[in-house]
């Protein structure tokens, strides 16, 4: 069954009262998704995991602090995983020696192939089509490279205030796009 944003709306203030069949219910919705914004930061499965759980973990933690009127909360559930993986990756290449180990194969599900075989995936294909190529490219590098505003606008020599202004019209767009699409 699937469930949208609006449940997604009613199950967070559900969270923050303590009942955890919603937090079930968001997790079970909304993981494999948020795994493959995580796996595509991070390079490795392990890490994808680890940020997915940090960020169910400060979901369950600060659900109460979240103001639905003051944003979207699928996209506050993606930036949770996407500063965690952030984070993660960040932390890691810090650590990483010259010598690192090889990686081992994640015996996990791919949930980003089951996403990309998806008619909601060939929808966001078609509209991030529409782009311009140059919007197509901030998006690109901010959540699929997962650079900061900041360094998407060093690369691109690009103001930061225009980066930013152009990244939430191309995701105003992008909004407005897979809405007609469904």
Same mark, same amino acid.
């Given at each position: 069954?699937?469930?949208?944003?609006?449940?997604?709306?009613?199950? $967070?203030?559900? $969270?923050?009262?303590?009942? %955890?069949?919603?937090?079930?219910?968001?997790?079970?919705?909304?993981?494999?998704? +948020?795994? #493959?914004?995580?796996? %595509? $930061?991070?390079?490795?499965? #392990? +890490?994808?995991?680890?940020?997915?759980?940090?960020?169910?973990?400060?979901?369950? %933690?600060? !659900?109460?602090?979240?103001?639905?009127?003051?944003?979207?909360?699928? !996209?506050?559930?993606?930036? +949770?995983?996407?500063?965690?993986?952030?984070? $993660?990756? %960040?932390?890691?290449?810090?650590?990483?020696?010259?010598?690192? #180990?090889?990686?081992?194969?994640?015996?996990?599900?791919?949930?980003?192939?089951?996403?990309?075989?998806?008619?909601? #995936?060939?929808?966001?294909?078609?509209?991030?089509?529409? @782009?311009?190529?140059?919007? *197509?490219?901030?998006?690109? @590098?901010?959540?699929?490279?997962?650079?900061?505003?900041?360094?998407?606008?060093?690369?691109?020599?690009?103001? @930061?205030?225009?980066?930013?202004?152009?990244?939430? *019209?191309?995701?105003?767009?992008?909004? @407005?796009?897979?809405?007609?699409?469904?």
């Amino acid at each position: 069954m699937e469930y949208g944003a609006d449940d997604l709306a009613t199950l $967070i203030p559900q $969270i923050a009262a303590g009942d %955890r069949a919603a937090f079930k219910r968001v997790y079970d919705m909304h993981s494999p998704r +948020l795994y #493959a914004v995580a796996i %595509r $930061i991070t390079r490795q499965g #392990a +890490l994808a995991s680890d940020a997915v759980q940090d960020a169910f973990l400060q979901l369950w %933690r600060n !659900a109460g602090q979240f103001d639905l009127t003051r944003g979207n909360p699928e !996209a506050w559930l993606v930036s +949770l995983v996407r500063y965690r993986a952030l984070d $993660i990756a %960040r932390r890691r290449t810090r650590e990483v020696s010259d010598e690192e #180990a090889p990686e081992q194969v994640d015996t996990d599900p791919d949930p980003l192939s089951r996403l990309a075989a998806s008619q909601d #995936a060939a929808a966001l294909h078609a509209c991030l089509g529409a @782009l311009e190529a140059e919007r *197509r490219r901030l998006l690109s @590098l901010a959540f699929i490279e997962g650079l900061s505003h900041s360094e998407v606008a060093d690369r691109l020599k690009l103001p @930061l205030g225009t980066v930013k202004s152009w990244i939430r *019209r191309s995701l105003q767009s992008l909004r @407005l796009c897979l809405e007609a699409a469904t």
